[in-house]
């Protein structure tokens, strides 16, 4: 058997197999298969043989290869010098002169450009010159096409001799050529294009196209159409004045302008046709030549009503105006050059431009106007005589909601008029400080309200509305005098009580529309506008509004402590000449208050258990409103005062410490009545109501209460009189 038919590139041995076994009979075929079995192990193994053999001869002849191998490359080395020596001077040379031939070539290629262009400058010149002489003819025969012709190749000729010294004198004279011609066919021209003579019409702007003056042209016809246009505006201005104290006039001024831009692109619509067909790409260039002519000859008038408008009206007519622009943009500037463009905008803008620098610091002169013609801001003026009547303060939460809400509008107008455009911040910035100015002056009102208020109450004055607390020395067997006991004002009160929800209606209102900017910014479409507010308002250090805010908690703060003051009035009057009371080193409690809370105590209790029914509120109420209403408020404030006042008690006989635990325990008895308890005071009745030989158990107790057990403990083992040297009790009438 052949190794051949295996090294065949595409062998498939299930093919081979079926090949050889294909003719032998089925009861030959095992003994076929062994057979062809052994001949290829036979195979195998001469062919494991054959490779051992030749491998082994490899082998063998490996070192001297190797050898040789060494030898050829070192020879080769040595060629390689021996050319280079040989061959470095000549190829050196050789590269050196191709280099110097090179610049030789340069050189002369620039000189033969230099030839060329001054051959080309003397045959232009040559050209020009000639031409000149012959123009005059060509201008006496009328003929406008072959003059038209003739300036155009003297134009480019022109173009080519830059630089040559009779240049400007050509220049001056061609275009002397081109305002002949131009005078030639310039009234014809426009004739024709006013009489819609469309042939003449082509004709002529053919002709001035190949000099370059088609715009001249297109401009003098357009100053032709204007004019009815313009004279819109003049007869507005005659039939609709400007009159002070009367807005009628701003209203008419928003009508007429929606009624002018209508008229405007009806009358470029129903031209655009004729426009197209006589122009061709020019009828975009005479659009916008109408519509920025019509802009300048009416401007004088525009800065004038503009400039009067307030800002409602004029955001109004602004709008209108972009409006009308972008729709021409839309219809006829499709093709248009970015510059035509610009100066499409540029026309539509300009009435408006100083008006949009100044524009965040009219709306702040607007609103602060709007927050002295509020009612309450009105009234109080500059007299300091105006009573304070509920009917006053219930104003100002009104008034807050209607200057916010003018303050949002005031922000989208901005926003729309302005145009902020990118990385400028200031039109952003003067919003800013515009809507801070006047919320910080609308607060400012509100707290020259809340100081007029608490000076007309006299809250500070501590000592109003009492009398002696110390009992008469002529008089022992008599009670000591009554602390007068007044009450709350409910006229005063409501007042106090409507002021505080008017403060805290404007902190939230002002909550809300600082919610709202926010929102509003975020919802602004990506563009300069947005990017400009956002960095603004976004950055941590300009949080939206901060100083007005800043402001506006000021207020807010102020108005509940006059609230707070008046409530707690009473309590501070009747238990300021507490810890001088007399009663506290004597020997005995006094007859008349053996066993009771002292009289002014009672009062405090008294005014404490009134508050639901002088506020208008029921137990179930303040059960639910807990800790949030006045009345809570003013229960804790009374003990934690009580507490502080026994403090300053100088001296406490055995007497006197069982009228403090009396007291403690009636007071936090008032306190109990509406589900109150403050910790300090249990801990001071503990104390006070216990035995010398309970002392300890007591503090125990009390520092389970508050952590200040120990000072009042302390408070108290100070101020107790040694047993015998207590002030003698009067002694009874």
Not at 386 to 413: K, M, Y
């Given at each position: 058997?052949?190794?051949?038919?295996?090294?065949?590139?595409?062998?498939?041995?299930?093919?081979?197999?079926?090949?050889?076994?294909?003719?032998?009979?089925r009861?030959?075929?095992?003994?076929?298969?062994?057979a062809?079995?052994?001949?290829?192990?036979?195979?195998?193994?001469?062919?494991?043989?054959?490779?051992?053999?030749?491998?082994?001869?490899?082998?063998?002849?490996?070192?001297?290869?190797?050898?040789d191998?060494?030898?050829?490359?070192?020879?080769v080395?040595?060629?390689?010098?021996?050319?280079?020596?040989?061959?470095?001077?000549?190829?050196?040379?050789?590269?050196?002169?191709?280099e110097?031939?090179?610049?030789?070539?340069?050189?002369l290629?620039?000189?033969?450009?230099?030839?060329?262009?001054?051959?080309?400058?003397?045959?232009?010149?040559?050209?020009?010159?000639?031409?000149v002489?012959?123009?005059?003819?060509?201008?006496?025969?009328?003929d406008?096409?072959?003059?038209?012709?003739?300036?155009?190749?003297?134009?480019?000729?022109?173009?080519?001799?830059?630089?040559?010294?009779?240049?400007?004198?050509?220049?001056?004279?061609?275009?002397?050529?081109?305002?002949?011609?131009?005078?030639?066919?310039?009234?014809?021209?426009?004739?024709a294009l006013?009489?819609?003579?469309?042939?003449?019409?082509?004709e002529?702007?053919?002709?001035?196209?190949?000099?370059?003056?088609?715009?001249?042209?297109?401009?003098?016809?357009?100053?032709?159409?204007?004019?009815?246009?313009?004279?819109?505006?003049?007869?507005?201005?005659?039939?609709?004045?400007?009159?002070?104290g009367?807005?009628?006039?701003?209203?008419?001024?928003?009508?007429?302008?929606?009624?002018?831009?209508?008229?405007?692109e009806?009358?470029?619509?129903?031209?655009?046709?004729?426009?197209?067909?006589?122009?061709?790409?020019?009828?975009?260039?005479?659009?916008?030549?109408?519509?920025?002519?019509?802009?300048?000859?009416?401007a004088?008038?525009?800065n004038?009503?503009?400039?009067s408008?307030?800002?409602?009206?004029?955001?109004?007519?602004?709008?209108?105006?972009?409006?009308?622009?972008?729709?021409?943009?839309?219809?006829?500037?499709?093709?248009?050059?970015?510059?035509?463009?610009?100066?499409?905008?540029?026309?539509?803008?300009?009435?408006?431009?100083?008006?949009?620098v100044?524009?965040?610091?009219?709306?702040?002169?607007?609103?602060?106007?709007?927050?002295?013609?509020?009612?309450?801001?009105?009234?109080l003026?500059?007299?300091?005589?105006?009573?304070?009547?509920?009917?006053?303060?219930?104003?100002?939460?009104?008034?807050?909601?209607?200057?916010?809400?003018?303050?949002?509008?005031?922000v989208?107008?901005?926003?729309s008029?302005?145009?902020?455009?990118?990385?400028?911040?200031?039109?952003?910035?003067?919003?800013?400080?515009?809507?801070?100015?006047?919320?910080?002056?609308?607060?400012?009102?509100?707290?020259?309200?809340?100081?007029?208020?608490?000076r007309?109450?006299?809250?500070?004055?501590?000592?109003?509305?009492?009398?002696?607390?110390?009992?008469?020395?002529?008089?022992?067997s008599?009670p000591?005098?009554?602390?007068?006991?007044?009450?709350?004002?409910?006229?005063?009160?409501?007042?106090?009580?409507?002021?505080?929800?008017?403060?805290a209606?404007?902190?939230q209102?002002?909550?809300?529309?600082?919610?709202?900017?926010?929102?509003?910014?975020?919802?602004?479409?990506?563009?300069?506008?947005?990017?400009?507010?956002?960095?603004?308002?976004?950055?941590?250090?300009?949080?939206?509004?901060?100083?007005?805010g800043?402001?506006?908690?000021?207020?807010?703060?102020m108005v509940?402590s006059?609230?707070?003051?008046?409530?707690?009035?009473?309590?501070?009057?009747?238990?300021?000449?507490?810890?001088?009371m007399?009663?506290?080193?004597?020997?005995?409690?006094?007859?008349?208050?053996?066993?009771?809370?002292?009289?002014?105590?009672?009062?405090?209790?008294d005014?404490?258990?009134s508050?639901?029914?002088?506020?208008?509120?029921?137990?179930?109420?303040?059960?639910?409103?807990?800790?949030?209403?006045?009345?809570?408020l003013?229960?804790?404030?009374?003990?934690?005062?009580?507490?502080?006042q026994?403090?300053?008690?100088?001296?406490?006989?055995?007497?006197?410490?069982?009228?403090?635990?009396?007291?403690?325990?009636?007071?936090?008895?008032?306190?109990s009545e509406?589900?109150?308890?403050?910790?300090?005071?249990?801990a001071?009745?503990l104390?006070?109501s216990?035995?010398?030989?309970?002392?300890?158990?007591?503090?125990?107790?009390?520092?389970?209460?508050?952590?200040?057990?120990?000072?009042?403990?302390?408070?108290?083992?100070?101020?107790?009189?040694p047993?015998?040297?207590?002030?003698?009790?009067?002694?009874?009438?």
């Amino acid at each position: 058997m052949s190794a051949q038919a295996f090294q065949q590139p595409g062998f498939d041995p299930r093919a081979w197999i079926n090949k050889e076994l294909s003719g032998v009979p089925r009861g030959a075929l095992e003994s076929t298969v062994n057979a062809l079995s052994l001949k290829l192990q036979v195979l195998g193994n001469e062919l494991n043989t054959s490779f051992e053999d030749q491998v082994m001869q490899a082998l063998a002849k490996l070192p001297m290869c190797s050898i040789d191998l060494d030898r050829v490359s070192r020879e080769v080395g040595q060629l390689s010098v021996s050319l280079t020596e040989m061959l470095t001077p000549d190829v050196i040379q050789k590269q050196q002169e191709a280099e110097a031939a090179t610049v030789s070539i340069s050189k002369l290629h620039a000189k033969k450009a230099k030839l060329d262009q001054c051959l080309d400058t003397l045959s232009q010149t040559v050209y020009l010159n000639e031409n000149v002489h012959t123009m005059d003819a060509a201008f006496q025969e009328g003929d406008t096409a072959v003059i038209a012709s003739e300036i155009h190749k003297m134009q480019q000729a022109l173009e080519a001799i830059k630089g040559y010294e009779h240049h400007d004198k050509l220049a001056a004279k061609i275009a002397k050529y081109e305002e002949g011609l131009q005078e030639m066919v310039e009234s014809e021209c426009v004739t024709a294009l006013l009489q819609r003579d469309i042939p003449k019409a082509k004709e002529h702007l053919r002709t001035l196209e190949k000099i370059g003056r088609v715009n001249d042209i297109l401009v003098q016809y357009t100053r032709h159409m204007v004019g009815p246009m313009s004279g819109e505006w003049k007869k507005f201005a005659q039939e609709v004045p400007m009159t002070p104290g009367d807005d009628t006039w701003e209203f008419a001024l928003v009508d007429f302008l929606d009624a002018f831009n209508g008229k405007l692109e009806r009358a470029l619509a129903e031209s655009c046709k004729y426009y197209t067909e006589v122009l061709g790409s020019n009828a975009t260039q005479v659009i916008l030549e109408y519509y920025t002519m019509v802009q300048r000859d009416t401007a004088h008038v525009q800065n004038k009503y503009y400039g009067s408008l307030s800002p409602p009206c004029l955001v109004q007519c602004f709008t209108k105006s972009v409006a009308c622009m972008e729709a021409l943009k839309d219809r006829y500037f499709d093709s248009a050059t970015e510059a035509q463009v610009s100066m499409l905008a540029e026309a539509s803008y300009s009435p408006y431009a100083q008006l949009q620098v100044q524009y965040p610091k009219t709306e702040e002169q607007r609103l602060l106007a709007l927050i002295r013609g509020f009612r309450f801001v009105r009234e109080l003026g500059n007299s300091s005589s105006v009573t304070i009547n509920p009917g006053l303060v219930g104003g100002i939460s009104e008034s807050a909601s209607t200057l916010l809400q003018e303050c949002q509008q005031a922000v989208e107008r901005c926003v729309s008029f302005t145009l902020i455009r990118p990385g400028d911040e200031a039109q952003s910035m003067q919003l800013a400080k515009a809507i801070n100015s006047v919320v910080a002056e609308f607060t400012k009102r509100v707290l020259d309200v809340s100081t007029r208020l608490r000076r007309a109450l006299a809250l500070d004055d501590d000592a109003s509305g009492g009398g002696s607390a110390n009992p008469s020395p002529t008089s022992p067997s008599r009670p000591p005098p009554s602390i007068g006991f007044d009450g709350v004002d409910p006229v005063r009160l409501k007042i106090c009580l409507q002021l505080h929800s008017s403060a805290a209606g404007v902190a939230q209102k002002f909550a809300l529309f600082t919610q709202w900017m926010e929102g509003y910014i975020a919802a602004l479409p990506a563009g300069p506008a947005a990017d400009a507010l956002r960095h603004v308002y976004g950055s941590a250090s300009g949080r939206v509004f901060a100083e007005a805010g800043q402001e506006v908690q000021g207020m807010e703060d102020m108005v509940e402590s006059i609230a707070f003051d008046l409530l707690f009035a009473p309590v501070r009057r009747q238990l300021a000449e507490l810890p001088a009371m007399p009663t506290w080193a004597q020997a005995q409690q006094s007859q008349y208050y053996a066993g009771t809370p002292l009289e002014s105590l009672r009062h405090v209790g008294d005014h404490l258990l009134s508050l639901p029914d002088t506020l208008g509120q029921s137990s179930a109420e303040l059960d639910r409103n807990d800790d949030y209403t006045w009345v809570v408020l003013v229960l804790k404030r009374t003990a934690e005062y009580f507490v502080g006042q026994v403090a300053k008690i100088p001296q406490l006989s055995e007497a006197g410490v069982k009228q403090l635990a009396t007291d403690v325990e009636y007071l936090e008895n008032v306190l109990s009545e509406f589900g109150q308890e403050v910790p300090s005071l249990k801990a001071l009745l503990l104390l006070a109501s216990a035995a010398p030989e309970e002392y300890a158990a007591a503090l125990e107790d009390a520092t389970k209460l508050t952590p200040e057990a120990a000072a009042l403990h302390a408070m108290l083992q100070a101020k107790r009189l040694p047993a015998g040297t207590a002030t003698p009790s009067p002694p009874p009438q």
